[in-house]
């Protein structure tokens, strides 16, 4: 039966109720980060996806939080508020719990406190905090703070509901690549998500969306809101083309569809995938079915980085530079090249040795190399889904 190309008509307005019937982890008990696969079903809902797509979830914030932020306004929570830039009103903890982001203070933060505390020294401090030529303290101070955190260091501000909840913005969905082809998978989508936990000022932090999925959601029982989002990241209309993958880290999720998708149609281009991780024995996600792959020649090649294996930290770039010849061998014949992951740090130094590899395999200027470059990504092959 083909696959449906529209993605179906659910929404950030108007999202599907579901919910999550796998939640099992991909790295070990051992490793640094808690990565996990996560299913959610779409039996019976009419919401169709393609590879490449993303799914966005709908998240809300943590009881504790939510808890601690109502102690310190000295409110009850059921006062009732109205949602900034809007006219719909509800009690305050549903607000807070459902409805606002509650991390990201901001400069405007600390100005109104200052006006709303009853203490001198609290005062004094804002002030400080706020004086000329302190811009980067401040950035840094408001970096490791969340709302409940100011309301921790000033307890003499007084804000009422209102005045508080004007201060915040709304909650948003998370978007994450769907890791699942809807060929093999209709009825369900599958996520690859790395769970948000670490300390900042002296406090423990939690991925708001991560660790709703991870810890606060029942299999099978606890509503979930989702909903499809269509992606520019598509693969390449002929099946013959041979297809290069880049993807560390959860960067992975959109490959696993494709490869998925290739499988399933019989695709008869070559795929290459460049993955890494930190430690191979504990952090190769899907290895079994990557390596089943590529005793089946489904995975003409997979490229490793595990960077913390050795003593030389080693990443997917320095994979590719290692592969140089072959991969501009691939990109001369035609095929189409992939990335996926962290646009700060190793989009850009992927991008840098595609630049360096096409110069010097190619023979061209640094100029010329660079024409190439956009020449791909105007052709649409070479494509990011960068976050």
Known sequence: MPVSSRVSHFSKDQPLFTHVVENRPLSTPESEKDTRHFVITLAGSGLTYQAGD??????????????????????????????????????????????????????????????????????????????????????????????????????????????????????????????????????????????VRYTANERERHGVCSTYLADRVALGETPVMVFPVESHFRLPEDPARDVIMIGPGTGIAPFRAFLQERAATVASGRNWLFFGEQ???????????????????????????????????????????????????????????????????MAKDVEAALHQIVSAQGGLSPEAAADFVKQLKKDKRYQRDVY
Request: with cysteine; hydrophobic share 40%.
């Open 54 to 195: 993303s799914l966005g979830v709908v998240p809300t914030n943590r009881e504790a939080e939510v808890d601690e932020l109502i102690e310190r306004l000295q409110t009850t929570g059921g006062e009732a508020i109205r949602l900034p830039r809007g006219t719909e009103t509800l009690p305050l903890r549903e607000a807070l719990q459902r409805r606002l982001a509650l991390a990201g203070p901001t400069r405007r933060t600390l100005e109104v406190l200052l006006n709303r505390t009853t203490v001198p020294a609290e005062r004094s401090r804002i002030e400080s905090l706020l004086s000329p030529g302190t811009d980067e303290l401040l950035e840094r101070y408001l970096e490791e703070r969340h709302f409940v955190d100011l309301l921790a260091d000033f307890p003499g501000v007084r804000l009422a509901p209102q005045e508080f909840v004007d201060l915040l913005r709304r909650l948003t969905p998370r978007l994450y690549s769907i890791a699942s082809s809807p060929r093999l998978h209709p009825d369900e989508v599958h996520l690859t998500i790395s769970v």
């Open 279 to 345: 430690r191979r024995a504990h952090d190769f996600l899907y290895e079994n079915e990557l390596e089943a792959w590529r005793a089946s020649g489904h995975l003409a090649r997979l490229d490793l980085a595990f960077s913390r294996d050795q003593e030389e930290r080693i990443y997917v770039q320095h994979r590719m530079r290692e592969s140089a010849a072959e991969l501009w061998r691939w990109l001369a014949a035609g095929a189409c090249l992939y990335v996926c992951g962290d646009a700060k740090r």
